[in-house]
């Protein structure tokens, strides 16, 4: 434990505390403290010169929070019972092909780019949220700072770009959008989903969950066959 690291817990918590409270009173995109806190604090760590390892010393019990908290979407999800049991085919369709195309395409990505084995592996595991990506990297040799960074880009971009491409195919059907959020852009997308509509924030929670269950579970073998084929 060193000045530094604790310095980083002080200013991670009292960033998202003072960046929630501006985003409730003016609620632009830009200023959700999704956006606006992890910017800032790469500019602090760019301009001070602290590693990702400083930061990390003191901060990592908050990223090991999101496992826990993954378990609150189920409250919302009982609620919507029905609504995704009348709609459980199409999701499940949706789920995996999501799945299969997240991770297909960043492996096409990392070869395009001739990415190294581990950073490979890490952009593979980012198409699931957080919690469940870092255990998938594991399995599968991946590097957990990088699949972490990685699966943060990876919301961030769905939560910005998300309304503009679901405007562009011009779907109106709260399930689809909920699970294209869900799928695409995981805990982020969630949030932009829940502030969209609570219906398409169900799905999208729920496609979440369980796209990283299953990732969890079969992900593993079914990323080292593909790679063997």
């Known amino acids: 434990m060193n000045i530094w690291s604790i310095l980083c817990l002080i200013w991670t918590l009292a960033a998202y505390v003072v960046a929630k409270r501006i ?6 995109l830009w200023l959700s403290p999704a956006i606006s806190v992890p910017v800032l604090t790469i500019i602090l760590m760019t301009i001070f010169g602290i590693s990702y390892q400083t930061y990390s010393e003191d901060t990592q019990w908050i990223v ?18 029905e609504t995704i049991r009348k709609n459980l085919g199409v999701l499940s369709i949706a789920i995996i092909v999501g799945m299969s195309v997240g991770v297909m395409s960043a492996y096409e990505m990392a070869q395009w780019f001739h990415f190294s084995p581990e950073v490979t592996n890490s952009l593979m595991a980012r198409s699931i949220s957080t919690p469940f ?7 599968i040799h991946g590097s957990a700072a990088l699949v972490s960074l990685f699966t943060v880009i990876t919301g961030l971009v769905g939560m910005i770009c998300g309304d503009a491409i679901l405007a562009i195919t011009k779907i109106r059907s ?38 990283g269950i299953l990732m969890v579970l079969i992900g593993p073998f079914a990323i080292h066959l593909w790679l063997l084929l």
Do not use: C, W
């Open 133 to 139: 990506a870092m255990i998938l990297a594991e399995d």
């Open 174 to 211: 709260n399930v689809a959008n909920g699970a294209a959020f869900g799928n695409a852009a995981h805990g982020f997308g969630t949030v932009r989903a829940q502030q969209r509509n609570s219906e398409e924030g169900v799905i999208a929670s729920l496609t979440m969950v369980i796209a």
């Open 23 to 28: 985003y409730q009173k003016n609620p632009k």
């Open 64 to 81: 090991n929070l999101l496992g826990p908290a993954t378990v609150a979407f189920a409250i919302p999800i009982y609620r919507y019972r």
